[in-house]
């Protein structure tokens, strides 16, 4: 039997990456390829990277196309972007995706992605409570989950801890940035994740982002309630998390097509994780 692939996309301020995924497994049927993010990263500069990404591989026809993107994402449309061009806000990225690849396509939030990823194929599989996982990249993105569903879009990155956008001094590019040896920056952390951690008392925190490749020099030095965790597909995360909601998102609108699904049906996972049944997805933008 042949796999089931969706291709995902993940944008990101300096580097734009895409893989098609195995959504029976949540690992890259083939070798992602990376473009940098063009400059200015206006959209029509980034739908052409995107075709340029899908041209790569030899897709199937029906193949649909995740994308996962650094903002929060209202039905499809960015509402405000801190780290890409600033003329994103207001674009429907799955019609954008649509125009320029011709195929289904949906949108989600980067962290959302990745979160999305980790429940399903990663450290947070099957994992009940409150889930929260965090990127520590360009930004500091956030997922939180109740149960398995994803509350969208808390861009918990951007709360005021001590008079700063809190990313800007704990996201990984600060520790760049300032040059941050391991101990100043976990103890940045240890600030912005113990302001989260009184204010949603999650029962498990998964840190995610490339730098989670080197969770041992910053988790062991962070002192929470809760476990900490690094997230364990590290920064394909939000590559497969968007695959498999393209792939949902799909299926849905296939099964709208043919017949209404029997309400509440999860197809391919969790009918909680912003999907709805009549394939329009109240959470992730979509686009037949
Ligand atoms: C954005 C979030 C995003 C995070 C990580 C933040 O600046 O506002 O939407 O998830 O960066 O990319």
Excluded: C
Excluded at 33 to 49: L, M
Excluded at 91 to 120: F, Q
Excluded at 162 to 185: F, P, Q, T, V
Excluded at 193 to 209: R, Y
Aim: proline share 6%; net charge negative.
């Amino acid at each position: 039997m042949s796999k089931k692939i969706a291709f995902g996309i993940d944008i990101g301020g300096s580097g734009i990456k895409g893989a098609p995924v195995d959504l029976a497994t949540g690992e890259f049927a083939e070798e992602r390829t990376r473009i940098p993010t063009p400059d200015p990263s206006t959209p029509e500069a980034v739908a052409a990277v995107l075709l340029e990404l899908v041209d790569t591989y030899d897709l199937p026809a029906d193949a649909p196309i995740g994308v996962a993107f650094p903002g929060p994402i209202h039905h499809g449309t960015v509402r405000f972007i801190a780290n890409l061009d600033a003329s994103w806000a207001g674009v429907d990225i799955p019609a954008l995706v649509h125009r320029a690849t011709g195929r289904h396509a949906i949108a989600v939030n980067d962290a959302d992605a990745a979160g999305i990823g980790e429940l399903r194929y990663g450290a947070a599989r099957e994992t009940d409570g409150v889930v929260l996982v965090s990127t520590l990249g360009t930004g500091i993105g956030s997922a939180l989950f109740v149960d398995g569903a994803l509350l969208p879009n808390t861009e918990l990155g951007h709360l005021e801890i001590d008079g700063y956008d809190a990313e800007k001094r704990a996201a990984e590019s600060a520790r760049e940035r300032e040059n941050l040896s391991w101990d100043e920056w976990a103890e940045r952390l240890q600030r912005y994740f113990a302001v989260v951690e009184d204010l949603l008392s999650p029962d498990l925190i998964v840190v995610g982002g490339g730098v989670s490749k080197k969770h041992d020099k910053f988790l062991p030095k962070l002192h929470l309630r809760a476990p900490v965790v690094a997230a364990q597909l590290r920064n394909a995360a939000g590559i497969v998390g968007a695959a498999a909601l393209a792939a949902d998102s799909a299926a849905l609108a296939a099964l709208a097509a043919g017949g209404t699904p029997t309400e509440g049906t999860a197809v391919n996972g969790s009918p909680a994780l912003g999907t709805a049944v009549d394939g329009t997805a109240p959470t992730v933008g979509t686009v037949d």
